[in-house]
C-alpha cells in the first residue's frame, strides 16, 4: 500500500497494516496526530501500540524516561514531541507520516502537508468564505455518519459554536436533539465568563433541538488525578483532559458515543502551525 492512501482519508486515525507478501509493515496516524501510534525497535522485535504503557508491559522494553519529551508536553512545545514519547525507548508516528518497515531498513515518509496542499488560487474573499464554509459543514457531516448518538461541546468560541449550530441543523429535519456539552460555569465569575455564558445561551435558543447539559466543576483542575490520567493516556496530560474525563462521563450516561469538539481549533489555523486537535 502506498501513502496516497492516507492522503485520501478523511477524519482522524492510527492503522497499522501488515502486506504479507512484500513481509512489509506500514505504520500511519493522521494528518492533526489526534490518534497516537507508539512503535518500539528491540533487537528481537518490532511493537507498535496506541499507548506507551501497552509496549512499556514488555519486559525487553526499557522503561527509562525522555525528559525533554516531558518538558515539552508540559511547557506546551509541541514540535520538540515530535516523532518522540515520554521514554527514550518509544517512538512515536508523527502527524501526516507513514513509517514502513522491512527486514532489512525502516524509513519515514510524510504523506500530507497543509502549506503544500493549501496551493495558491486567485480567488475573492467571497469565494473563500464559501469555500470555507462548505468545507466545516461538510467535515461536520462526514462525521456524524455511522457514529452512533452524536454529542457536541459548546462554549464561547466560534469553532465550537459554529460545530454545534452545523450538528443542530443537521439533525432538525429529523427532529431529533444534539446534546451539547458546556465546561463554562453556571454562575459568571469575571466578565469573560459572563460574556461566554451570553453567547452559549444565544446559540442554544437559536437552536430548538440543542439540549444543554453543564459538567462544570469547582471543585477539579488540570492536576486533578494527575497519577490517573498518566496512566490512563500513556502520556502527561495537557490542561484539557480533566475536561475531556468529565466530558466522556456525561455523554456516556446519555448513550452518547460520540462527541463533536472544536477543541483549539484557533491554533489549528494559526501561523505557527502548532495545533493538534480539530
Known sequence: IGV??????????????????????????????????????TTEFIAFASSTHAINSLPEVENDIDELTLASFFFGAFDLAKGRSPFKAIKSVSPAHSIRITPSQTSNQRYYSFSENLGTQDISLDECIEKLRHEIIR?????????????????????SSVIAAIAAQHLKPKSETIHAFSAVPTEPNNSIS????????????????LQLHSIASDQSGPFSNLEDQIKEDGRPPDAFYYIAEKLANAASKLGIQTVLTGLAGDMLVSSTGTGTFI
Request: hydrophobic share 35%; proline share 1%; with cysteine.
Open 139 to 159: 467535515s461536520v457531516k462526514v462525521r456524524m455518519q455511522g457514529s452512533g448518538k452524536v454529542g457536541t461541546t459548546l462554549s464561547g468560541g466560534l469553532d
Open 4 to 41: 496516497d492512501a492516507f492522503h485520501k482519508a478523511n477524519g482522524e486515525f492510527a492503522i497499522a497494516i501488515y502486506d504479507h507478501r512484500k513481509n512489509e509493515l506500514r505504520l500511519a496516524c493522521d494528518p492533526i496526530g489526534t490518534r497516537a501510534l507508539y512503535l518500539a525497535d
Open 194 to 209: 459572563h460574556e461566554e455564558i451570553t453567547h452559549i445561551q444565544t446559540v442554544a435558543n437559536d437552536n430548538s433541538n
